[in-house]
C-alpha cells in the first residue's frame, strides 16, 4: 500500500491554522477501517520554525524503513499534522502595524487549544475516522493532546465544534504541570517568558490548564484505551519529573486509565527526537504494535 501527501489543507483564515495529511493512495474516505496518528508539533507554544511539516522525516522512516512498513500498512488509514497559531516570539519578533493578522503571531490560551479542536473537527467530518485515532503530541504538543479530552472544562462558553476523542494518546518528551516546569528551571527565565507569552501572569490559571493537576480524565474521556508517556534520557530541556508528576497523578486518582510510562526509552536531544524522525518513529511503531496485538482486539472487545 502506498501513501501520498495531501498538502495545503487549511481549516481557519490564519496563515498557520494548516494541515499536512497523508493517506493511502487506495484510501476511500470513511471506508477506510485503519487508525488515524494525529500529530501535535511542539515548540514552546511560539516557535514559528516548527510547523506541521516537522513529522515529515518521521513518516519518511516509517514508511522507508523494512521493520515499520508492514506494520503502518497493516494498520494506519492515515497521517495528519496541525499547525496552530502561535504566542509571540522575542527572538522572532513582528510589527503589528505592517504584519497581516492573518501572518501575525498573538495568539493567547485559548486560542492554541481551539485550533487543536477545530483541526480535529476538520479531519473526522473529512475522513470520519470517529474515535479511531492515536493523538501524539511532542513537548507543549503533549500539552495540547491532553488538553483536549479536557476542552469541556478549559473552553467553558467558547464556541467550539464538537469531536471525538482519540483512543490513544501519547505524549513525547511533554510538558504536564506549567508551574513545575517553570519552578523547576528557574534559573533559565525562557521558561516563565513562554509561559506569561501563552497563558498569561495568573499562576492559578497555569494550575488549571495543567494536565498534571486535572480530576476528570476518566469521565473526559471514556474513550481511552491507552496514555503512553514517553521521554528521553538526552532531554535537555523537559525533565522527568514532567512524567513523574503525570503518571503519579493518573494512578492515584485510580481513574482506570490504561497508562503506560516509557521512561527515558529514547535518547535524543528534546527536538532531535522529531528532528531525525527516528526515535519518533519507533515511538508510533511501539503503539503500532499495541494496536495490532491481541492484547488491543481483546480490550476493545472488553470495552464493548
Not at 516557535?47 to 503502518?72: A, F, G, N
Request: include cysteine.
Amino acid at each position: 500500500m502506498e501513501f501520498m501527501i495531501e498538502a495545503g489543507f487549511s481549516y481557519g483564515e490564519h496563515s498557520l491554522q494548516t494541515l499536512t495529511v497523508i493517506t493511502a493512495k487506495n484510501n476511500t474516505n470513511k471506508n477506510n477501517d485503519g487508525i488515524w496518528i494525529i500529530y501535535i508539533h511542539g515548540g514552546a507554544w511560539r516557535d514559528p520554525e516548527v510547523t506541521d511539516k516537522s513529522i515529515l522525516r518521521t513518516i519518511e522512516t516509517l514508511l522507508q524503513t523494512s521493520q515499520y512498513q508492514h506494520l503502518v500498512q497493516k494498520n494506519v488509514a492515515g497521517f495528519a499534522s496541525v499547525s496552530y497559531r502561535l504566542s509571540p516570539h522575542l527572538a522572532f519578533p513582528q510589527d503589528a502595524t505592517t504584519t497581516p493578522k492573518s501572518k501575525y503571531r498573538n495568539a493567547k490560551h485559548p486560542d492554541h487549544l481551539q485550533d487543536i479542536i477545530f483541526s480535529i473537527n476538520f479531519l473526522q467530518s473529512k475522513y470520519g475516522f470517529g474515535s479511531n485515532y492515536v493523538l501524539i503530541g511532542h513537548s507543549c504538543g503533549a500539552t495540547l493532546a491532553l488538553q483536549t479530552v479536557m476542552r469541556h472544562s478549559l473552553l467553558v462558553d467558547q464556541n467550539i465544534p464538537a469531536i471525538q476523542n482519540p483512543e490513544v494518546i501519547v505524549g513525547v518528551a511533554g510538558i504536564y504541570d506549567l508551574r513545575l516546569i517553570r519552578d523547576t528551571h528557574k534559573e533559565i527565565t525562557a521558561y516563565n517568558d513562554f509561559l506569561v507569552g501563552a497563558f498569561g501572569e495568573n499562576e492559578e490559571e497555569w494550575d488549571h490548564l495543567s494536565p498534571a493537576k486535572f480530576q476528570n480524565f476518566r469521565k473526559s474521556w471514556p474513550e481511552g484505551k491507552k496514555l503512553i508517556l514517553v521521554s528521553s534520557s538526552g532531554d535537555e530541556l523537559v525533565d522527568e519529573a514532567q512524567m513523574d508528576c503525570m503518571s503519579e497523578f493518573i494512578l492515584s486518582m485510580g481513574s482506570g486509565i490504561n497508562i503506560e510510562m516509557q521512561k527515558g526509552t529514547l535518547k535524543e536531544r528534546h527536538n532531535d527526537i522529531w528532528k531525525n524522525g527516528v526515535e519518533m518513529a519507533g515511538v508510533i511503531k511501539n503503539v503500532l504494535d499495541w494496536i495490532d496485538s491481541k492484547y488491543f482486539k481483546d480490550y476493545e472487545n472488553m470495552k464493548e
